[in-house]
C-alpha cells in the first residue's frame, strides 16, 4: 500500500484539523454553546489519538528497530594551547583549534588542542593542514579540493555541519577557538574521517540517473535533447548537491531513525524527477512514497540550514511530498471518470 | 577484502541535542513533537476516563494547554513549508542565491507568502489565551 | 597480500576513467568486470574543479563554425607541438561527446530556441564553449557518477591508492593497492588497464589544482620504466585567486571580463592586440608576469603576492548569477570580495600538465618514442599525452579530450577483451616484495618530516619553473630537488595506523612529485627554445628547425633518459604566432 495514503489522514490532517477543532471548541464554549463544544472535544481527541499513534509509530517503532550505540563523553588527552607557538607574522594571529579526534581503539572522541598560526583569508581546512605538516601528522581528514566543490572536507565546527574549506577561522571564532569534530550522523572511521559507502547507498536507491528508452541515441548520440530554459529552472538549483553528507549529518530524523533515506537522496530524487530529458516519469513518485521516503521528512530545515550550496533539500522533499499527493487526486479523478 | 570497522552513534533520540547548537528552532520543533506524541495518547484515554471521573475532565483542560503549546511549533513548520512550496522556495527556502534572485516569481505578492505563517501562529497562540482565560479559569 | 581478479581496471574516477568504465560496459553488453580505484571518493575527483566548458563544434551551419577551423584554434594554440591527425580525432569526436553528456543528465546552459548554449573561449576564434554555469566538470562528474553507479558489471572502489604498477615483459599485470579505510594492500590483477589520475600541478604550491593532483598515475608509468612526453610544458593558468591559488574561470574573461594592471589599462592591447583578453593561456600568462616585473602589478598585504586585477564589474548581476555563479561564490566566501561590484586579485598558477605517458593516438601506452606497446595498458585524460595539445593547451578542449579519449579507449578495451582470452598469473614472491614496500616505509626510522620536503619541493618548483625560466635557475632547482630526494630517503612516518593513515598517503604522493618534478626539470632543461607554455629567458624564440618535436624521457638506474618523437602534420604547416 501506499504510505501516502496512511500518513495523510493520520499525520498531516490532523496536524491542520486538531488545532482547528480546540479553536472551535474554545469559542463556543466562550459564546455559551456548551453541547456543541463537548462534541468538537470529543472530536478533537480522537483526532489526537490517531495523530499520536500514528506520530508513535513513524519516531518511536521504526526508531526501535535500529541498534543503538552510545558515544562515551569526549576526554582531553592533549591539552596543547596558543603559548606553544611563537613568533606569529604581524598580520597573523594564533587561534586555538580544540579537535574531537575519534579514536578506533578506545571508541571515544578524544579532544587534542593545537595553537595555530591563521592570517584573515585562513580557513579551517588551512587550519587543520597546519596541524597535520606542521605539528601532528597523525591527523586524518578528507580533503581535496579546497574551493568547496568536491564535497571532501565535511565536519563538524562550532556544533554546525561545514565545509571545512569554506569556513572561515576569524569569521567564525567562538570564545577565541574553533572546535572541530566528526559528523556523528555517519558511521565513524578515524578522527574526523567518516564512513560513506551507507550515504552512497541510500543515494543509490532513489535510482539517480536519467531514465531513457532510446538507448541507440543515448550512447551514440547524433542530436541535443532540446531543453528550454524553464523547463532547465525546474530542477537546476537541486543538481548542485557535491554529496558532501552534511544534510544528513544535521538531519535529526536521520540521527534517531536510521530507516529514513535522508535529504540527500530525496533531494536526487526530485532533481531526476523534474528533468524534462527523463522518461522514467511517475514511477519516480511510487518509488519513494514510503515511511523511509518523503514521509519520515519531519521538515525541521536542518539540511537546508547546512546545505553549502543552496541546494535545499528540505524544500525538494517537500516539492516530493506534494507531487505525490497531487498525482494521487489526479489517479482518483481518472478512475472515477 | 578487510572489512571496515565502523562505529555508529546514530538511533537514539539524544542525538536530537546536537540539532541545539546550529539550529535551535528545530530542536524545539523535534522535541515538541516527540512529546506531543505521548501527550496526545495519554490526553484522549484520560478524556475517556473523563465520562466516569470529574477529576480527569478537569485535567482534561489542562492537558489541552499543553496539546496547545506543542502544537504552536509544529503549525509554524507545517505553515512553513506550504509557504516556500508556494513560493517556489523564496520565502522561508535556503535555495542557492544566484538561482533564487534570478528566478521567475511575482516578487509583489511574496510577503503574503513571508508574513502567513506568523499571523497564523499569532492567531493560533491568540486561541490559546482564549483558552486559558474563558474555560479554564 | 590479496588478489584480486577483473577485466579491465581503470585508475583514476576522473571524467576520462569514468567515461571509459561506462563505454566499456556498452561496447560489451556489461560483460566485463570492471575495477574503479580511486584514491578518493569516485565523485570527488579533481574534475570536479573544471569551471568555463567543453569545447566542441555543434551547430556548424549557424555559428559559421567547422571542425577544420577548431583543429587549426588548437594547433595554432599548441604552438605547432600538437599531433595533428589527434587533433583531427578530437575535433571530429568532440560534438557527439557534449550530446552524450546532454542524455546523461547535465544541466548545460540553454538557449532561447532550446540549444545547448556556447561561449567564447581563449585562442577559439568563434565561441564553440558548450557550458553548464562555471560548473561544467562538477555536473560532468556528477551525471557520470551516477550513470556508472548504475551499472552492475562496475566495482568502485573508493579510498584506494595504487602505489605500484606492474608491467611484465612490455604487458600490464596488475596495481598494487592500499586500502586507505582498513589499511591492507591488495593486487588487483587485470587483463587491461586504463590510467586516468590526471595531472601534477600539485608539485607547485600556488596552484588551481587541488591537495589531490598529485600525478600519481604518470609517476607509476615513470616508475615502471615506461617513458613520458613532453613533462616541460605546464600550463599557467593566467587568473587564479591570490592569495589561495583557487581557478578564475577563463570564461569570466570570455563573458567578457578585462584585465587591468595597477594603471587601470587592458594591457593585453600590448600583447595580443586582434584577441585581447582571449589570447591562449601562455601569452596572457606571460603577459601578466611582464606588467608585474614592470612594476605594473599591486602587491597583496597577507601573502606578499603580485597581483594584476580582474574586472568583472561591468558585465551585471545578471550575467554574473547565470552564468558565473561559482565565482562570486568562492571570491565571496574565500576572500569577501564581490565580482559584482569589486575587481578581483589575480595572478597565474600551474593548472594543467600538457605532458604525460607516451600514448599512441588511440591512448595506448607505448614502451618507446613511437612504435612498442605495453598490450592491454591505455593512459586517457590529463595523465595520458596524446599529444593534442601540444606546448599549450587552450580552455574547454581538455574536457573534450578526457571524454573523447575515454570513449576510444573503453571501446578498444572492449574489443581487445574479446580477441584476448589468455591470463596473467603471479608469483608469490611478487605478492611479497610489493606488501613488504608499504611496511619497509612504515619501519623507517629517518628524522625528516616529510611534509617538509614537499613544501621545499614545491617552494623550488614556484620559485624556478614558473612562467618565464631561466637556465641558472632551472639547474638550481635540478640541484635542490636531488638533494631532496636525498633526503627523501631519510623521512619519518609519525603515523603508524591501519586505518585511514593520511601520513602514509601522503609520504606515497611526496615520492611521486618528487619522481615527476625531476622529469619536467630534466625536460625543461634540455629543451633550448621557447614553445608555447616553456618560455626561456635565454631562447626567445621558437626553433622549428631543431626542436619541433616531442621531448620523450626515460628513469634509468641513476637519472633519466632523453629521446625525441617526431610531431605528425598533416595540413597545417607551421607558421609563426601572433593573435
Given at each position: 500500500?501506499?504510505?501516502?495514503?496512511?500518513?495523510?489522514?493520520?499525520?498531516?490532517?490532523?496536524?491542520?484539523?486538531?488545532?482547528?477543532?480546540?479553536?472551535?471548541?474554545?469559542?463556543?464554549?466562550?459564546?455559551?454553546?456548551?453541547?456543541?463544544?463537548?462534541?468538537?472535544?470529543?472530536?478533537?481527541?480522537?483526532?489526537?489519538?490517531?495523530?499520536?499513534?500514528?506520530?508513535?509509530?513513524?519516531?518511536?517503532?521504526?526508531?526501535?528497530?535500529?541498534?543503538?550505540?552510545?558515544?562515551?563523553?569526549?576526554?582531553?588527552?592533549?591539552?596543547?594551547?596558543?603559548?606553544?607557538?611563537?613568533?606569529?607574522?604581524?598580520?597573523?594571529?594564533?587561534?586555538?583549534?580544540?579537535?574531537?579526534?575519534?579514536?578506533?581503539?578506545?571508541?571515544?572522541?578524544?579532544?587534542?588542542?593545537?595553537?595555530?598560526?591563521?592570517?584573515?583569508?585562513?580557513?579551517?581546512?588551512?587550519?587543520?593542514?597546519?596541524?597535520?605538516?606542521?605539528?601532528?601528522?597523525?591527523?586524518?581528514?578528507?580533503?581535496?579540493?579546497?574551493?568547496?566543490?568536491?564535497?571532501?572536507?565535511?565536519?563538524?565546527?562550532?556544533?554546525?555541519?561545514?565545509?571545512?574549506?569554506?569556513?572561515?577561522?576569524?569569521?567564525?571564532?567562538?570564545?577565541?577557538?574553533?572546535?572541530?569534530?566528526?559528523?556523528?550522523?555517519?558511521?565513524?572511521?578515524?578522527?574526523?574521517?567518516?564512513?560513506?559507502?551507507?550515504?552512497?547507498?541510500?543515494?543509490?536507491?532513489?535510482?539517480?540517473?536519467?531514465?531513457?528508452?532510446?538507448?541507440?541515441?543515448?550512447?551514440?548520440?547524433?542530436?541535443?535533447?532540446?531543453?528550454?530554459?524553464?523547463?532547465?529552472?525546474?530542477?537546476?538549483?537541486?543538481?548542485?548537491?557535491?554529496?558532501?553528507?552534511?544534510?544528513?549529518?544535521?538531519?535529526?530524523?536521520?540521527?534517531?531513525?536510521?530507516?529514513?533515506?535522508?535529504?540527500?537522496?530525496?533531494?536526487?530524487?526530485?532533481?531526476?524527477?523534474?528533468?524534462?530529458?527523463?522518461?522514467?516519469?511517475?514511477?519516480?513518485?511510487?518509488?519513494?512514497?514510503?515511511?523511509?521516503?518523503?514521509?519520515?521528512?519531519?521538515?525541521?530545515?536542518?539540511?537546508?540550514?547546512?546545505?553549502?550550496?543552496?541546494?535545499?533539500?528540505?524544500?525538494?522533499?517537500?516539492?516530493?511530498?506534494?507531487?505525490?499527493?497531487?498525482?494521487?487526486?489526479?489517479?482518483?479523478?481518472?478512475?472515477?471518470? | 577484502m578487510e572489512n571496515k570497522t565502523t562505529y555508529d552513534v546514530r538511533g537514539g533520540q539524544r542525538n536530537l541535542k546536537r540539532q541545539l547548537s546550529f539550529n535551535r528552532e528545530s530542536f524545539i520543533h523535534m522535541a515538541f513533537y516527540r512529546?506531543?506524541?505521548?501527550?496526545?495518547?495519554?490526553?484522549?484515554?484520560?478524556?475517556?476516563?473523563?465520562?466516569?471521573?470529574?477529576?480527569?475532565?478537569?485535567?482534561?483542560?489542562?492537558?489541552?494547554?499543553?496539546?496547545?503549546?506543542?502544537?504552536?511549533?509544529?503549525?509554524?513548520?507545517?505553515?512553513?513549508?506550504?509557504?516556500?512550496?508556494?513560493?517556489?522556495?523564496?520565502?522561508?527556502?535556503?535555495?542557492?542565491?544566484?538561482?533564487?534572485?534570478?528566478?521567475?516569481?511575482?516578487?509583489?505578492?511574496?510577503?503574503?507568502?513571508?508574513?502567513?505563517?506568523?499571523?497564523?501562529?499569532?492567531?493560533?497562540?491568540?486561541?490559546?489565551?482564549?483558552?486559558?482565560?474563558?474555560?479554564?479559569? | 597480500?590479496?588478489?584480486?581478479?577483473?577485466?579491465?581496471?581503470?585508475?583514476?574516477?576522473?571524467?576520462?576513467?569514468?567515461?571509459?568504465?561506462?563505454?566499456?560496459?556498452?561496447?560489451?553488453?556489461?560483460?566485463?568486470?570492471?575495477?574503479?580505484?580511486?584514491?578518493?571518493?569516485?565523485?570527488?575527483?579533481?574534475?570536479?574543479?573544471?569551471?568555463?566548458?567543453?569545447?566542441?563544434?555543434?551547430?556548424?551551419?549557424?555559428?559559421?563554425?567547422?571542425?577544420?577551423?577548431?583543429?587549426?584554434?588548437?594547433?595554432?594554440?599548441?604552438?605547432?607541438?600538437?599531433?595533428?591527425?589527434?587533433?583531427?580525432?578530437?575535433?571530429?569526436?568532440?560534438?557527439?561527446?557534449?550530446?552524450?553528456?546532454?542524455?546523461?543528465?547535465?544541466?548545460?546552459?540553454?538557449?532561447?530556441?532550446?540549444?545547448?548554449?556556447?561561449?567564447?573561449?581563449?585562442?577559439?576564434?568563434?565561441?564553440?564553449?558548450?557550458?553548464?554555469?562555471?560548473?561544467?566538470?562538477?555536473?560532468?562528474?556528477?551525471?557520470?557518477?551516477?550513470?556508472?553507479?548504475?551499472?552492475?558489471?562496475?566495482?568502485?572502489?573508493?579510498?584506494?591508492?595504487?602505489?605500484?604498477?606492474?608491467?611484465?615483459?612490455?604487458?600490464?599485470?596488475?596495481?598494487?593497492?592500499?586500502?586507505?579505510?582498513?589499511?591492507?594492500?591488495?593486487?588487483?590483477?587485470?587483463?587491461?588497464?586504463?590510467?586516468?589520475?590526471?595531472?601534477?600541478?600539485?608539485?607547485?604550491?600556488?596552484?588551481?589544482?587541488?591537495?589531490?593532483?598529485?600525478?600519481?598515475?604518470?609517476?607509476l608509468a615513470y616508475k615502471a620504466g615506461l617513458p613520458l612526453k613532453d613533462m616541460e610544458f605546464v600550463q599557467f593558468h593566467p587568473t587564479a585567486l591570490v592569495p589561495n591559488g583557487i581557478l578564475i574561470t577563463e570564461a569570466a574573461r570570455?563573458?567578457?571580463?578585462?584585465?587591468?594592471?595597477?594603471?587601470?589599462?587592458?594591457?593585453?592591447?600590448?600583447?595580443?592586440?586582434?584577441?585581447?583578453?582571449?589570447?591562449?593561456?601562455?601569452?596572457?600568462?606571460?603577459?601578466?608576469?611582464?606588467?608585474?616585473?614592470?612594476?605594473?602589478?599591486?602587491?597583496?598585504?597577507?601573502?606578499?603576492?603580485?597581483?594584476?586585477?580582474?574586472?568583472?564589474?561591468?558585465?551585471?548581476?545578471?550575467?554574473?548569477?547565470?552564468?558565473?555563479?561559482?565565482?562570486?561564490?568562492?571570491?565571496?566566501?574565500?576572500?569577501?570580495?564581490?565580482?559584482?561590484?569589486?575587481?578581483?586579485?589575480?595572478?597565474?598558477?600551474?593548472?594543467?600538465?600538457?605532458?604525460?605517458?607516451?600514448?599512441?593516438?588511440?591512448?595506448?601506452?607505448?614502451?618507446?618514442?613511437?612504435?612498442?606497446?605495453?598490450?592491454?595498458?591505455?593512459?586517457?585524460?590529463?595523465?595520458?599525452?596524446?599529444?593534442?595539445?601540444?606546448?599549450?593547451?587552450?580552455?574547454?578542449?581538455?574536457?573534450?579530450?578526457?571524454?573523447?579519449?575515454?570513449?576510444?579507449?573503453?571501446?578498444?578495451?572492449?574489443?581487445?577483451?574479446?580477441?584476448?582470452?589468455?591470463?596473467?598469473?603471479?608469483?608469490?614472491?611478487?605478492?611479497?616484495?610489493?606488501?613488504?614496500?608499504?611496511?619497509?616505509?612504515?619501519?623507517?626510522?629517518?628524522?625528516?618530516?616529510?611534509?617538509?620536503?614537499?613544501?621545499?619541493?614545491?617552494?623550488?618548483?614556484?620559485?624556478?619553473?614558473?612562467?618565464?625560466?631561466?637556465?641558472?635557475?632551472?639547474?638550481?632547482?635540478?640541484?635542490?630537488?636531488?638533494?631532496?630526494?636525498?633526503?627523501?630517503?631519510?623521512?619519518?612516518?609519525?603515523?603508524?595506523?591501519?586505518?585511514?593513515?593520511?601520513?602514509?598517503?601522503?609520504?606515497?604522493?611526496?615520492?611521486?612529485?618528487?619522481?615527476?618534478?625531476?622529469?619536467?626539470?630534466?625536460?625543461?632543461?634540455?629543451?633550448?627554445?621557447?614553445?608555447?607554455?616553456?618560455?626561456?629567458?635565454?631562447?626567445?624564440?621558437?626553433?622549428?628547425?631543431?626542436?619541433?618535436?616531442?621531448?620523450?624521457?626515460?628513469?634509468?638506474?641513476?637519472?633519466?633518459?632523453?629521446?625525441?618523437?617526431?610531431?605528425?602534420?598533416?595540413?597545417?604547416?607551421?607558421?609563426?604566432?601572433?593573435?
Open positions: 500500500m501506499k504510505e501516502s495514503w496512511v500518513s495523510l489522514p493520520t499525520i498531516y490532517v490532523p496536524m491542520v484539523g486538531v488545532p482547528i477543532l480546540l479553536f472551535a471548541y474554545t469559542v463556543s464554549i466562550v459564546a455559551g454553546f456548551q453541547s456543541i463544544g463537548r462534541i468538537l472535544l470529543a472530536l478533537s481527541m480522537v483526532g489526537l489519538f490517531v495523530f499520536g499513534v500514528s506520530g508513535f509509530r513513524d519516531v518511536y517503532i521504526n526508531h526501535w528497530n535500529g541498534k543503538r550505540t552510545r558515544l562515551r563523553p569526549a576526554v582531553t588527552i592533549n591539552k596543547g594551547s596558543a603559548a606553544d607557538v611563537t613568533l606569529p607574522r604581524a598580520e597573523a594571529k594564533i587561534v586555538n583549534f580544540h579537535v574531537n579526534r575519534f579514536n578506533p581503539e578506545t571508541q571515544r572522541l578524544e579532544e587534542s588542542v593545537y595553537g595555530v598560526e591563521t592570517d584573515s583569508f585562513s580557513n579551517v581546512l588551512d587550519g587543520l593542514l597546519k596541524i597535520k605538516t606542521e605539528s601532528d601528522p597523525t591527523l586524518s581528514m578528507r580533503y581535496s579540493c579546497r574551493m568547496g566543490i568536491c564535497g571532501s572536507c565535511g565536519m563538524v565546527i562550532n556544533g554546525k555541519p561545514s565545509l571545512a574549506c569554506e569556513t572561515n577561522v576569524w569569521k567564525n571564532l567562538r570564545e577565541d577557538k574553533i572546535t572541530v569534530a566528526p559528523m556523528l550522523g555517519h558511521p565513524l572511521l578515524r578522527d574526523l574521517v567518516t564512513d560513506f559507502d551507507d550515504f552512497f547507498e541510500r543515494h543509490l536507491f532513489v535510482n539517480p540517473y536519467l531514465f531513457r528508452n532510446d538507448l541507440v541515441e543515448k550512447y551514440h548520440p547524433t542530436v541535443q535533447y532540446n531543453q528550454t530554459k524553464e523547463e532547465l529552472d525546474k530542477f537546476l538549483p537541486f543538481s548542485d548537491c557535491i554529496m558532501c553528507g552534511l544534510c544528513l549529518d544535521a538531519c535529526p530524523v536521520v540521527n534517531t531513525n536510521q530507516e529514513f533515506i535522508g535529504p540527500q537522496a530525496l533531494s536526487q530524487a526530485y532533481r531526476y524527477y523534474a528533468d524534462s530529458r527523463d522518461e522514467a516519469g511517475k514511477t519516480r513518485l511510487d518509488h519513494v512514497d514510503l515511511l523511509k521516503g518523503v514521509w519520515d521528512c519531519e521538515f525541521a530545515a536542518s539540511c537546508s540550514d547546512v546545505c553549502p550550496k543552496g541546494v535545499d533539500p528540505a524544500f525538494a522533499i517537500q516539492l516530493l511530498k506534494t507531487e505525490i499527493i497531487k498525482n494521487d487526486f489526479i489517479k482518483r479523478k481518472e478512475s472515477k471518470s | 512529546v506531543l506524541i505521548i501527550v496526545s495518547i495519554i490526553s484522549f484515554f484520560v478524556f475517556l476516563l473523563g465520562f466516569w471521573f470529574a477529576w480527569a475532565s478537569r485535567l482534561v483542560d489542562y492537558l489541552v494547554v499543553l496539546v496547545w503549546i506543542l502544537f504552536i511549533p509544529q503549525i509554524f513548520a507545517f505553515l512553513k513549508g506550504i509557504s516556500m512550496v508556494g513560493s517556489k522556495g523564496i520565502e522561508f527556502g535556503h535555495l542557492n542565491e544566484s538561482y533564487a534572485s534570478a528566478l521567475k516569481v511575482d516578487r509583489n505578492i511574496l510577503f503574503i507568502y513571508r508574513l502567513a505563517p506568523y499571523i497564523t501562529t499569532g492567531i493560533f497562540v491568540f486561541g490559546l489565551g482564549l483558552f486559558i482565560l474563558g474555560v479554564l479559569l | 597480500m590479496e588478489t584480486l581478479d577483473f577485466d579491465l581496471t581503470i585508475l583514476g574516477s576522473g571524467i576520462a576513467g569514468l567515461t571509459a568504465a561506462i563505454h566499456a560496459t556498452n561496447a560489451s553488453k556489461g560483460n566485463i568486470k570492471i575495477a574503479i580505484i580511486t584514491k578518493l571518493h569516485a565523485m570527488r575527483s579533481h574534475s570536479v574543479s573544471a569551471e568555463g566548458g567543453i569545447s566542441g563544434v555543434l551547430y556548424p551551419d549557424e555559428t559559421n563554425d567547422s571542425t577544420e577551423l577548431h583543429a587549426y584554434d588548437t594547433i595554432k594554440g599548441s604552438d605547432y607541438l600538437a599531433d595533428q591527425d589527434a587533433v583531427e580525432l578530437l575535433v571530429k569526436n568532440a560534438p557527439t561527446e557534449v550530446r552524450f553528456f546532454d542524455h546523461i543528465g547535465v544541466s548545460w546552459n540553454r538557449d532561447d530556441k532550446s540549444h545547448i548554449q556556447q561561449r567564447a573561449f581563449g585562442g577559439m576564434s568563434i565561441p564553440r564553449t558548450a557550458f553548464a554555469a562555471d560548473k561544467t566538470g562538477f555536473f560532468m562528474m556528477r551525471a557520470l557518477y551516477d550513470e556508472v553507479s548504475s551499472m552492475k558489471n562496475v566495482s568502485i572502489f573508493h579510498e584506494h591508492f595504487a602505489y605500484s604498477l606492474i608491467v611484465e615483459r612490455k604487458k600490464f599485470v596488475g596495481f598494487s593497492v592500499i586500502d586507505l579505510a582498513t589499511g591492507s594492500s591488495s593486487l588487483f590483477k587485470a587483463k587491461t588497464a586504463i590510467i586516468a589520475t590526471g595531472g601534477a600541478s600539485r608539485l607547485y604550491n600556488f596552484t588551481t589544482t587541488a591537495h589531490s593532483t598529485t600525478g600519481d598515475g604518470i609517476a570570455g563573458e567578457g571580463g578585462y584585465l587591468l594592471n595597477s594603471k587601470g589599462e587592458r594591457f593585453m592591447e600590448k600583447y595580443a592586440k586582434s584577441k585581447m583578453e582571449l589570447a591562449p593561456r601562455d601569452i596572457v600568462s606571460r603577459a601578466i608576469i611582464s606588467e608585474i616585473k614592470a612594476g605594473n602589478g599591486f602587491k597583496h598585504e597577507g601573502s606578499g603576492l603580485e597581483y594584476i586585477n580582474l574586472d568583472l564589474t561591468h558585465l551585471g548581476e545578471k550575467i554574473i548569477n547565470e552564468r558565473l555563479p561559482m565565482i562570486k561564490e568562492i571570491a565571496q566566501k574565500s576572500i569577501n570580495l564581490n565580482p559584482v561590484k569589486e575587481l578581483l586579485p589575480v595572478r597565474p598558477a600551474a593548472h594543467f600538465t600538457m605532458g604525460g605517458i607516451n600514448t599512441d593516438i588511440f591512448g595506448r601506452v607505448l614502451a618507446d618514442e613511437e612504435k612498442d606497446f605495453v598490450k592491454g595498458l591505455w593512459a586517457i585524460g590529463e595523465c595520458g599525452c596524446v599529444s593534442v595539445h601540444g606546448s599549450n593547451r587552450l580552455g574547454s578542449n581538455s574536457l573534450s579530450q578526457c571524454s573523447v579519449w575515454g570513449r576510444i579507449a573503453g571501446n578498444a578495451v572492449a574489443k581487445y577483451l574479446e580477441l584476448d582470452k589468455s591470463s596473467n598469473s603471479t608469483s608469490n614472491e611478487l605478492l611479497k616484495s610489493e606488501e613488504r614496500k608499504i611496511l619497509n616505509l612504515l619501519e623507517k626510522k629517518g628524522n625528516t618530516n616529510p611534509y617538509f620536503i614537499k613544501s621545499e619541493l614545491q617552494k623550488t618548483m614556484d620559485e624556478n619553473l614558473y612562467v618565464y625560466r631561466n637556465r641558472e635557475d632551472m639547474m638550481r632547482a635540478r640541484r635542490r630537488i636531488a638533494d631532496l630526494k636525498e633526503a627523501f630517503k631519510d623521512i619519518y612516518i609519525q603515523d603508524k595506523g591501519k586505518i585511514f593513515n593520511t601520513n602514509l598517503r601522503d609520504v606515497l604522493e611526496i615520492e611521486n612529485l618528487l619522481e615527476l618534478a625531476e622529469a619536467v626539470t630534466a625536460c625543461a632543461i634540455n629543451r633550448r627554445e621557447s614553445r608555447g607554455a616553456h618560455s626561456v629567458i635565454e631562447h626567445p624564440r621558437r626553433d622549428d628547425v631543431n626542436w619541433l618535436k616531442h621531448t620523450i624521457i626515460y628513469k634509468t638506474g641513476n637519472g633519466t633518459g632523453i629521446a625525441y618523437a617526431p610531431v605528425r602534420i598533416t595540413h597545417w604547416k607551421p607558421e609563426p604566432r601572433v593573435y
